[in-house]
């Protein structure tokens, strides 16, 4: 076996020299490349060297033979007598010398003296083609020139600063390029001294302008420098007045630049030598090479510059780089395909060696993985199969390997299935055998577990000819998913008695709470009223106690739903904009209590929502109260926005704090149950860190998420996203519109009076209400509202605790001393906590403002008929029931207890109760099972009841229950006033 394996070694070596190969390949055709393209280049460098260098020659000649004749015309007009006479005459000493320019050229120009001196130089210049020749005096004022008629007239300029008029006064011929004082127009100047009797008296000059040297420059690509190094003309405009490498323009003063050029800036053109060849050169950055050839006209201090720009060598560069591509590419197939076949016919005889090496791997795997593979011909029924397929049936190779042989294999009860299987799905369908059955072993008759895989062949014309496939032992893995199922139906039981045991300690917890709660709020109210102020206190703190247990209770028993997976969603519509002004009054207190600022920003246009309420209050609230309890005399701010994205409607809430911040190894734990930022947090803050845990499951169960940022000492800012619209069940939604509809039909016949004196808050509720069907009226202060209430005798009225003329608490007790209006339900609406205040004065509900839409409709349909019947009590635990029948005979309903569902049958087949408030855990006869009695009388079926439970139903629960039951009051949830609203809505509806 080991001498026929596949030998590594020889087949490195192979493409080991293959790569040596491929590398003097790709260096051989880099060279042949690069030389060819070099020699392009030089070749054509050198054909261009000459054209641009005769081409210089060409240019110097011709502008020194058109100089040549320019250079001695100063001199032959220095000895004219007329020149010598007028110099004389208006030398620098003499009237009219001292006089202003514009006074001495009005004067000289018009003197006939140097009327004909001017002539004779205009004639001259005509003659010998110059632009301008002027004679200065020894001041260097011009007294006459060629152009004395003319607007741009030399004539009362002075000229004493140019060079060339300085060299000439010390009794040298001069020249110069400069930018004319008078025309501004650039030239080369040539200059001569005027003598007379040995004395230096003035200097002739003789100008050509730079344009007329254009004809030569834009022959070709040329430009001219001065002696400073500055570019005087060019065939390209772009170099005009541009300083050349190390111009000695630098070492001029700006004075001298500007008398000389009329300017001061002059923009350096960089030459710098193109990469790759020291024969050529680069202007600026282009991106193309420049070939430059230059000549020296000393005598005439300029430079002539020829250039030439080479695009060519560029696609060279670039022909070089293809011209190497193509070689190395097809070299290199060449050689990796002699490489290959080499390594082909070699490895060929090793890779059939080694196949039959795997197929011999391949039996073996099979025997070690129990795996048996088979071949059946469907014509003839002959079927043959591996070595494990023999071991798997205990057969040998004597044995019968037709039809009737495989049938005998077969268990006796699956033989049926598997051949109508094998009709029906593999035949009929073209389907891949796949199928777990039973066999019974031929050699020790034990019942084993099969799983065979199969696939047919066919003929051309599309008959099945073979099945072939493997089969596998299967008998453990059956095993040990019936020990998988036993496990899990254990662990369901332990999970139903989890649920049991948490429903239990609900009920066991919340009861002594429900007592402690409803006795604290009772007997604070009594303090309040008999003025024992210093119990109120402690009774705050019983109450505040109570309710922080019971809110730890409900968190753990969220927690333990959430474990579970019982958590369900009841949507419904909401008016984001009431429900988070809500939100900010309902967290008030718990800002205030640390010295904190509360700031909403809410959007005009926040709208509504389908979701949760509950849970998304929930949620809120959380993050308000954290934000409260971290923070000391700052500031929590609470934000709403919407969003669209990919036509999804998201809403985000942001609360922000300025407290204690975290870090972000705390941020880490932030949202792990029983968990808070460290163990100093919990110590200071208390709290038992499943509320964010909560929070977040809750989110996600409403389709978005909570985010959080956050800086040690700088404040936390957590951020909800939430989709506008849950993605909820058709029948939930369907109940809430239902049940909505319903409510509008009983309010539609019902007449409002709102009474408030803000104009805003009665056109609010006058819309609010009126889409709702209701008939509203309103009244703008207290005594005008009574008028309208004796008038109108509405059915509900909507009373502003706080008017200018009367406010509302007197309002109400009039309307409660007046026989006309003393039954009409109030509302009262007001920022004041005066809540115990408002019942004692007959109030019939309580809400802060501002309210919101479906809490204003829900209240408002409590209270449309009078109340009557007597109330019974059920309940076991004798606290609970006596603060039950305490509270509801101060508000003077007629009350009966019964201490379980037995007791309780007994008392309402005595008298039958107007509404029945119903515990459901109880000894003897629990709640559901007086429900189920209820129904098998007619005349108790349509009692109302009231749940009030510590129990957490379960859906099995409510489906028991069978729509029996108005509405479900958990205990130590609700307060005093929301108990007795819910007593006097369904007496309400029970009697109408």
């Not at 070694?9 to 051989?28: E, F, H, K, N, S």
């Not at 323009?249 to 020291?278: C, H, K, Q």
């Not at 911040?661 to 100093?680: H, K």
């Amino acid at each position: 076996m080991e001498n026929q394996k596949i030998k590594p070694g020889y087949t490195l070596l192979l493409w080991g020299v293959c790569l040596i190969a491929l590398m003097v390949w790709l260096a051989g055709s880099w060279l042949a490349a690069d030389s060819l393209q070099t020699s392009r280049a030089n070749a054509l460098i050198s054909e261009q060297t000459g054209t641009i260098s005769q081409q210089a020659e060409n240019i110097k000649v011709n502008i020194s033979h058109n100089l040549e004749t320019l250079h001695g015309i100063p001199s032959v007009v220095a000895r004219d007598g007329d020149v010598l006479r007028a110099l004389s005459h208006f030398s620098a000493n003499t009237y009219p010398a001292t006089l202003a320019p514009a006074e001495r050229k009005s004067l000289w120009s018009k003197n006939v003296q140097l009327k004909t001196v001017s002539s004779y130089l205009n004639l001259v210049s005509q003659s010998l083609g110059s632009d301008v020749i002027y004679v200065m005096n020894a001041a260097g004022d011009c007294i006459a020139s060629s152009n004395a008629d003319k607007s741009d007239s030399f004539v009362g300029a002075n000229y004493a600063t140019r060079e060339y008029f300085k060299t000439a006064i010390k009794g040298n011929n001069g020249n110069q390029y400069a930018v004319g004082k008078t025309s501004n127009i650039s030239g080369l100047y040539f200059s001569a001294p005027v003598s007379s009797e040995g004395r230096i008296i003035g200097v002739v000059s003789v100008k050509i302008n730079m344009s007329a040297l254009a004809h030569w420059v834009n022959q070709t690509d040329a430009f001219i420098s001065d002696q400073y190094g500055v570019i005087i003309l060019s065939s390209d405009a772009r170099l005009d007045m541009r300083a050349l490498p190390d111009a000695a323009i630098s070492a001029l003063s700006t004075e001298a630049r500007m008398a000389r050029y009329r300017r001061d800036n002059f923009p350096p053109l960089t030459v710098s030598v193109w990469p790759g060849s020291a024969s050529l050169q680069r202007f600026d950055q282009e991106n193309q090479p420049v070939l430059l050839t230059d000549r020296t006209l000393a005598k005439d201090n300029i430079n002539i510059y020829v250039f030439k720009r080479l695009p060519e060598i560029v696609e060279f560069t670039q022909d070089r780089l293809r011209l190497f591509l193509l070689l190395s590419i097809s070299g290199a197939l060449a050689i990796l395909f002699i490489g290959a076949r080499i390594n082909y016919n070699r490895t060929r005889k090793q890779t059939e060696r080694a196949l039959r090496d795997s197929e011999a791997s391949l039996r073996e795997a099979q025997m070690i993985g129990g795996l048996g593979s088979y071949v059946v011909d469907l014509r003839t029924g002959r079927w043959g199969g591996s070595d494990m397929l023999f071991r798997l049936f205990g057969i040998g190779e004597v044995y019968e390997r037709t039809q009737a042989g495989w049938d005998a294999l077969i268990h006796p009860v699956d033989r049926a299935m598997l051949d109508e299987y094998f009709k029906n799905d593999v035949l009929a369908q073209g389907k891949v055998f796949d199928k777990e059955y039973r066999i019974i072993r031929h050699d020790d008759q034990s019942e084993r577990w099969i799983h065979q895989l199969g696939k047919l062949s066919f003929d051309a014309q599309g008959h099945p000819l073979k099945m072939h496939g493997t089969l596998e032992d299967t008998t453990r893995q059956i095993q040990i998913q019936d020990e998988l199922r036993s496990a899990r139906d254990a662990a369901e039981a332990a999970n139903r008695t989890k649920s049991v045991f948490l429903a239990n300690m609900s009920h066991e917890l919340r009861t002594p709470l429900n007592a402690i709660i409803g006795y604290s709020e009772m007997l604070e109210e009594d303090a309040e009223s008999e003025g024992r102020m210093d119990f109120v206190q402690d009774l705050q703190k019983i109450k505040s106690a109570g309710r922080n247990l019971l809110e730890l209770i409900n968190d753990v028993l969220d927690l333990s739903k959430i474990e579970a997976g019982k958590i369900e969603l009841y949507a419904e519509n909401i008016d984001l904009t009431a429900m988070t002004q809500q939100l900010a009054s309902t967290i008030q207190p718990l800002v205030t209590r640390n010295g904190n600022t509360l700031q909403m920003h809410l959007p005009d246009d926040l709208g509504c929502a389908f979701t949760d309420q509950t849970k998304l209050r929930q949620v809120l609230l959380n993050l308000l109260s954290n934000a409260c309890k971290f923070t000391e005399r700052g500031v929590v701010t609470m934000t709403a926005a919407r969003e669209t994205v990919t036509g999804v409607d998201w809403l985000i809430f942001a609360v922000t704090d300025s407290g204690i911040g975290m870090t972000t190894e705390q941020m880490g734990r932030l949202f792990q149950a029983f968990s808070q930022a460290d163990t100093s947090t919990t110590r200071k803050y208390g709290g038992t860190g499943l509320g964010l845990m909560i929070s977040r499951h809750f989110c996600q169960m409403l389709g978005g998420d909570i985010t959080v940022t956050s800086l040690p000492g700088q404040g936390s800012a957590f951020t909800v996203r939430l989709p506008a619209t849950l993605q909820q069940d058709a029948s939930v939604e369907t109940i809430h519109r239902a049940t909505a509809q319903h409510e509008t039909t009983i309010v539609a016949r019902a007449t409002v009076l709102v009474i408030d004196d803000d104009p805003n808050a009665r056109d609010l509720l006058r819309r609010l209400l009126g889409k709702e069907g209701f008939r509203v009226e309103c009244a703008a202060g207290g005594n005008e509202g009574l008028k309208m209430a004796q008038t109108l005798l509405p059915d509900i009225i909507t009373l502003d605790a706080m008017m200018p003329d009367k406010d509302g608490w007197t309002v109400l007790s009039e309307l409660k001393a007046n026989p006309l209006t003393a039954q009409i339900p109030v509302i009262m609406l007001t920022m004041m906590d005066n809540q115990n205040l408002g019942f004692s004065l007959g109030a019939a509900d309580y809400l802060n403002k501002p309210v919101s839409r479906e809490r204003l409709l829900e209240t408002v349909g409590k209270h449309l008929s009078n109340r009557d019947g007597t109330i019974l009590i059920v309940e076991d635990d004798i606290a609970s029931r006596q603060m039950l029948r305490r509270a509801l005979e101060q508000e003077r309903w007629p009350v009966i207890e019964a201490e379980n569902g037995r007791v309780a049958l007994e008392r309402i087949a005595e008298h039958i109760p107007a509404l029945i408030l119903l515990d459901l855990m109880m000894p003897e006869m629990d709640g559901f099972q007086v429900i189920e009695q209820l129904h098998q009388h007619d005349a108790w079926r349509t009692i109302p009841v009231v749940i009030i439970t510590a129990k957490d139903l379960t859906r099995q629960d409510m489906e028991r229950l069978n729509g029996s039951v108005l509405q479900i009051v958990q205990k130590g949830t609700y307060s005093q006033s929301d108990l007795l609203a819910q007593v006097r809505r369904l007496v309400n509806v029970k009697k109408s």
